[in-house]
């Protein structure tokens, strides 16, 4: 069973970090592209970075550049999404996913395969 478990979501003040992180389970390979979205209220769901199987990165929000940095993490199947200097406009739930190709990255939600149940990040003073 394909499974994504995002942790790390919370309430922080603006300028604050979080770091969100998602591990993916029953995938037959222990290195899969890993890609997180968020859905704020009133609003579609977009894409903001995502890791390939390799290592590669795609950062695809323009308004999180410089403040976002999607790594993998030591284990497999993990990555972890460091938020710095956020804002209201951040809160947001935050989804990661799998594409179909599981290799490469999409920053389309139509090429999702899995997606994780969210977490939600708060910025609020």
């Known amino acids: 069973q394909l499974q994504l478990v995002e942790s790390g979501g919370g309430l922080v003040q603006p300028g604050e970090s979080l770091t969100l992180s998602c591990t993916a389970s029953g995938f037959t390979s222990d290195y899969v592209a890993i890609a997180w979205f968020r859905q704020a209220p009133g609003k579609e769901r977009e894409a903001v970075s995502c890791v390939t199987a390799s290592g590669g990165l795609e950062n695809y929000a323009d308004s999180v550049k410089g403040r976002f940095t999607l790594s993998r993490g030591n284990a497999k199947n993990t990555a972890h999404l460091q938020m710095n200097s956020l804002k209201p406009d951040d809160t947001a739930i935050y989804y990661c996913?799998?594409?179909?190709?599981?290799?490469?990255?999409?920053?389309?939600?139509?090429?999702?395969?899995?997606w994780g149940q969210g977490t939600q990040v708060t910025v609020s003073s």
């Open positions: 996913a799998v594409p179909f190709d599981r290799y490469y990255c999409s920053g389309s939600r139509t090429n999702i395969e899995t």
